[in-house]
């Protein structure tokens, strides 16, 4: 909802303020609040809705004990995913930094699968060194990716995480939307204005904002990603003077529970984890012929964007609206995947004797905000960590189950800048009225964002988005979450068809009809994304001169 918001903010302070609580958030406020930090977190709904509880597969990680696998390896398979456009250095620091981020998350109560240790003790609690095991999934050269409950990693990490913030008793306004960032005259952050789940607005007063909001899967009428997910940490950063980039590249994940045609704005749709292909699944089209073999060498363990490309095309080709995934060959599929396994059953589908009716959809926004490792994005005082930020390590497209391992690596280090970033005189945040922000309707976003942005895009498809999502936008101030969520998907969406409509070749998740060939002569370059003075999202640097 959209109006004039007039009333008098309620105002408090922190050393620290963390939106979002997800794996990076979460672990970010817990190491701040060990550190002696007044630490608040800010998130929309309640404390454990974010993506991180809707991951399945796991968390790739290098822990020496898998025969033929390497931290170099881990390196190497992250740079082949990613198309060209990673940041080596970022891609280093995270991969390297994995071991020892899970042997603290392990520390806090998170337990993986494994076998049990002789004593008993369950492999995957505490800091038992007896061993994990391990699945692979799409793009992977080893079998790497540790996972918990079966399938359901991402809701034990958030388990394990929530327990040790209520342990800690970590501040947390929770039913609160983070709206701006407010800065002192220098331009460093100063403060936060919110609004309450009734509209009531309020400031904390902080030298610190830690974005941790995760991803944009909202644009589309189709996603993986809870509600949450409406790109509201970009649209701050942006307003805030900070730089996107790789925002073209949103990934669909080749397998979700099709389960008959997607209302618009259906919201999130069950995930078939990639584990399951990991083990052994195929994917047939209609005709029950098992179509991977021969588009690439890892078959149906391509990298992500490979697998949701041939799956659309596969469509196309047979007029289906789906494909399927035949896991009837998994011994034990019930008890290894219990998640996709209760999806499929409240959905009338027997795994076990028939095919899986499967699809791609919206999954992971692998561009961001741009930040280093540690957070820092250019703008002093405002941090980014996990899937709102673009640190360099996904480049084009993001290697599966490495997003739970950058939010817990850069979780950790982003603390230790807030930390040697702060003195300096106090800052105060002038209070502004809040600015109104152009709003489109949300349904036309998604249908446009769906027809002409998802895989499989061209000049005149773009274009043509561009214009209807022009069309649909009125000027407002926000006053509550949707007002605030409907402008950041507006951004959004303007911003992800700039840079897709700028960049005139197929890359990584980017896929372009009337361009289908990669071009490493002009093109191998991120896109910058600022606002303008009439703020208005922009590709900034020609970086792609002379591209065709
Ligand atoms: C999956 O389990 O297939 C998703 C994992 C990921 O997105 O990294």
Known sequence: MTGTAARTPWEAAADLVVVGSGVAGLTAALDAVAAGLRTVV??????????????????????????????????????A?????????????VVRGGPGALRRLRGRGAVFDGTTAVDGTPAGGGTSAARLDRTREGGHSALRVVHAGGDATGAEIE???????????????DGHVAVDALRDTAGRVAGLSVLDGAGRPGILHTPAVLLATGGYGLLYASTTNPATATGDGI??????????SDLEFVQFHPTVLHAGPDPAGAGRRPLVTEAVRGEGAVLRDRTGAAFMTGVHPLADLAPRDV??????????E??????????????????????????????GIDPLTEPIPVTPAAHYACGGVVADVDGRTGVPGLYAAGEVARTGLHGANRLASNSLLEGLVTGERVVRAVLADRGGAARSAPLRPAPALPVADRAVVQRVM????????????????S??????????????????????????????????????????????????????????????????????????????????
């Open 235 to 244: 649209a701050l950063a942006l307003r805030a003077g900070a730089t996107a």
């Open 42 to 79: 800010v998130t929309k709904d309640g404390v454990d809705e974010g993506s991180t509880r809707w991951a399945q597969g796991g968390v790739a990680v290098v822990l020496g004990d898998v025969a033929g696998d390497s931290l170099d390896a881990h390196v190497a398979d992250t740079l």
């Open 159 to 173: 388990r394990a995480l929530v327990a040790a913030a209520r342990s800690a008793q970590l501040t947390v306004l």
């Open 307 to 316: 697998v949701a490309a041939a799956i659309t095309r596969r469509m196309a």
């Open 318 to 347: 047979t007029g289906a609206d789906r494909v399927h995934l035949d896991a009837t060959g998994i011994d034990g599929f019930a008890t290894r995947f219990p998640t996709v396994y209760a999806s499929c059953r409240a959905a």
């Open 450 to 465: 769906t027809r002409y942005a998802g895989i499989g895009r061209d000049a005149t498809g773009l274009a043509g988005a």
């Open 467 to 548: 214009d209807a999502v022009e069309a649909a936008t009125v000027t407002a101030v926000p006053v509550d979450r949707a007002g605030v969520e409907d402008a950041a998907l507006t951004l959004l969406a303007q911003a992800v068809l700039a840079a897709a409509g700028t960049r005139r070749e197929t890359r990584g998740c980017h896929v372009r009809t009337d361009f289908p060939q990669r071009d490493d002569t002009h093109q191998q370059a991120s896109l910058p994304v600022r606002l303008d003075a009439d703020g208005r999202p922009v590709v900034v640097a020609d970086t792609l001169v002379g591209a065709a």
């Open 81 to 93: 995913a990613g198309g060209g456009l990673n940041d080596p250095a970022a891609v280093e620091a």
